[in-house]
């Protein structure tokens, strides 16, 4: 390891347990000295950001977002880049998001639209078919565009101009701007009828059941982030539980192998073939509690205010900090593997659930 790459680790160290001391000047003075030592890396602004929010200040020199005007659609787009300032404002009558490839991205920056409602702003969101209907049925943002997945995994879409960038958590780094603290959850939630329909479909033979929903795996199953199927096996026997996966490809072929695959829910395999996110937010919303892994899954759970447990890697993705709490998503408690067994820590969830330990 590196000299600078040592010293903002240890920087960032001190800061988050200054935070975790409440001790928010001192926090920032460290985050800012890691945020000079190496700018163009994306989680020492977003603590930078944060750190601000807890204050209550705002630094327009650090909002890492360029926002410019398609005059042909006079609209606005929001572009993004670590070394931009803002150049423009709120101001504007109608903002476009463009969705991030990447799911989890996307939903967990979702509040924008609640944000820009507030402050009397259209919003339109551009993403793909699986994330449309989660996003039509709950009206976060005011209009919906449906676009070709793959453009946005080339950071292209022919429709607007040539330089675009997508939705990315550097928004959070605007929230300052806006308020943070002005976000009401459910910002997700499901249609009573939908429910019904869901239960009729998938979960007629689970009646009476404690179901319990897990996801063990991101977009790549190499990913430090995704965590063994079998690792779960301590939450089949959680007494009168049901599991329900939630788990899309790739990592579902682990479920037909794994030691208590007839822990699931009788109809499972239908469930599975099911892509869009509102079949997942309506699995979600059926369930007592969540365990997932650190990807889409997790963030649409803190978005619908659902007991959930997230599994974090040693190296997990820096905006969950070190914290046992993510400020936006106030019913999920963090669960840090720590060099340790998957298999004791969800041991100890399982007892935290047989016991009726959730928030």
Not at 47 to 55: P, R
Not at 239 to 259: A, F, R
């Given at each position: 390891?590196?000299q600078?790459?040592?010293?903002?680790?240890?920087?960032?160290?001190s800061?988050?347990?200054?935070?975790?001391?409440?001790?928010?000047?001192?926090a920032?003075?460290?985050?800012?000295?890691?945020?000079?030592?190496?700018p163009?890396?994306?989680?020492?602004?977003?603590?930078?950001s944060?750190?601000?929010?807890?204050?209550?200040q705002f630094?327009?020199?650090l909002?890492?977002?360029?926002?410019r005007?398609?005059e042909?659609?006079?609209?606005?787009?929001?572009?993004?880049?670590?070394?931009?300032l803002?150049?423009?404002?709120?101001?504007?009558?109608q903002?476009?998001?463009?969705?991030?490839?990447?799911?989890?991205?996307?939903i967990?920056?979702s509040?924008?639209?609640?944000?820009?409602?507030?402050?009397?702003i259209h919003?339109?969101?551009?993403?793909?078919?699986?994330?449309?209907?989660l996003?039509?049925?709950?009206?976060?943002?005011?209009?919906?565009?449906?676009?070709d997945?793959?453009l946005?995994?080339?950071?292209?879409?022919?429709?607007?101009?040539?330089?675009w960038?997508?939705?990315?958590?550097?928004?959070?780094?605007?929230?300052?701007?806006?308020?943070?603290?002005?976000?009401?959850?459910?910002?997700?939630?499901?249609?009573?009828?939908d429910?019904k329909?869901?239960?009729?479909?998938?979960?007629?033979?689970e009646?009476?059941r404690?179901?319990?929903?897990?996801?063990?795996?991101?977009?790549s199953?190499?990913s430090?982030?995704?965590?063994?199927?079998?690792a779960?096996?301590?939450?089949?026997r959680?007494?009168h539980s049901?599991?329900?996966?939630?788990?899309?490809?790739p990592?579902?072929d682990?479920?037909?192998?794994?030691?208590?695959?007839?822990?699931?829910?009788?109809?499972?395999?239908?469930?599975?073939?099911?892509?869009?996110?509102?079949c997942?937010?309506?699995?979600?919303?059926?369930?007592?509690?969540?365990?997932?892994?650190?990807?889409?899954?997790?963030?649409?759970?803190?978005?619908m205010?659902?007991?959930?447990?997230?599994?974090l890697?040693?190296?997990h993705?820096?905006?969950?900090?070190?914290?046992?709490?993510?400020?936006?998503?106030?019913?999920?408690k963090l669960?840090?593997?720590?060099?340790?067994?998957?298999?004791?820590?969800?041991?100890?969830i399982?007892?935290?659930?047989?016991?009726?330990?959730?928030i």
């Amino acid at each position: 390891m590196n000299q600078k790459k040592q010293s903002i680790q240890l920087l960032n160290k001190s800061a988050h347990h200054a935070l975790n001391n409440q001790n928010y000047p001192l926090a920032l003075n460290l985050f800012k000295k890691a945020y000079l030592l190496d700018p163009e890396e994306e989680n020492n602004l977003l603590n930078v950001s944060y750190t601000f929010d807890k204050l209550g200040q705002f630094e327009p020199g650090l909002i890492a977002a360029q926002i410019r005007s398609l005059e042909y659609r006079q609209k606005w787009q929001i572009f993004y880049g670590l070394n931009r300032l803002w150049k423009g404002s709120l101001d504007s009558e109608q903002i476009i998001l463009i969705s991030d490839y990447m799911y989890g991205e996307t939903i967990c920056n979702s509040y924008w639209g609640q944000l820009l409602r507030a402050a009397g702003i259209h919003s339109t969101i551009y993403c793909d078919k699986r994330l449309a209907p989660l996003y039509e049925k709950n009206n976060v943002f005011d209009s919906v565009v449906v676009v070709d997945r793959e453009l946005l995994v080339q950071d292209k879409y022919p429709s607007f101009s040539e330089e675009w960038t997508p939705v990315s958590p550097l928004l959070y780094s605007m929230t300052t701007h806006c308020g943070l603290r002005n976000i009401h959850l459910p910002i997700f939630d499901c249609d009573q009828q939908d429910l019904k329909t869901f239960h009729q479909s998938f979960l007629s033979r689970e009646v009476g059941r404690k179901l319990i929903g897990i996801n063990w795996a991101c977009s790549s199953i190499s990913s430090p982030r995704s965590i063994p199927l079998e690792a779960f096996q301590p939450l089949s026997r959680i007494p009168h539980s049901t599991l329900v996966s939630l788990q899309k490809p790739p990592g579902i072929d682990q479920l037909s192998g794994c030691s208590f695959v007839d822990k699931f829910i009788y109809m499972q395999s239908n469930l599975s073939a099911q892509e869009d996110f509102y079949c997942t937010a309506l699995a979600i919303k059926s369930c007592s509690c969540i365990i997932t892994c650190d990807t889409a899954v997790a963030h649409l759970c803190g978005f619908m205010g659902v007991p959930t447990f997230l599994l974090l890697n040693s190296t997990h993705d820096g905006r969950w900090g070190d914290r046992d709490v993510y400020p936006l998503y106030p019913t999920v408690k963090l669960r840090r593997n720590n060099l340790q067994s998957w298999h004791m820590i969800l041991v100890d969830i399982a007892n935290e659930i047989a016991n009726g330990n959730l928030i």
